[in-house]
């Protein structure tokens, strides 16, 4: 059973950093892609960042670019988000997905996902 865990989302000031976690058990992690996406009150699940089943590519919106960072670790089958510099607009439900795909931006690139994490950044 495919199972990804996020955490580390939280209430951080206009500017501040946060560093999301996901936990991925029940699957081969070096064979898929891992990506994160967002989804705001009111608007739809957009593409945020992915990182390729080697870990050799890494991807991002535009906005977000400059700003996070996406790694993994292979030995504890985890992929981090480094947000840094955050905004208001960066506030919405953190999630982690895992793709087959080499490299996935969309969402129909990801086969399972977790629950989510609440990223609120206070301005």
């Known amino acids: 059973q495919v199972q990804l865990v996020e955490s580390g989302g939280g209430l951080v000031q206009a500017g501040g950093s946060l560093r999301l976690s996901c936990v991925a058990s029940?699957?081969?992690?070096?064979?898929?892609?891992m990506g994160w996406f967002r989804q705001a009150p009111g608007k739809e699940r957009e593409f945020v960042s992915v990182?390729?089943?080697?870990?050799?590519?890494?991807g991002y919106a535009d906005s977000v670019k400059g700003r996070f960072a996406i790694f993994g670790d292979n030995a504890e089958n985890t992929v981090y988000l480094q947000m840094n510099s955050l905004m208001a607009e960066d506030t919405a439900v953190y999630y982690c997905?895992?793709?087959?795909?080499?490299?996935?931006?969309?969402?129909?690139?990801?086969?399972?996902w977790g629950q989510g994490t609440q990223v609120t950044v206070s301005s």
């Open positions: 029940g699957l081969p992690f070096r064979n898929y892609a």
């Open positions: 990182i390729s089943k080697s870990g050799t590519i890494t």
């Open positions: 997905a895992v793709s087959p795909e080499y490299y996935g931006r969309k969402s129909q690139d990801y086969a399972y």
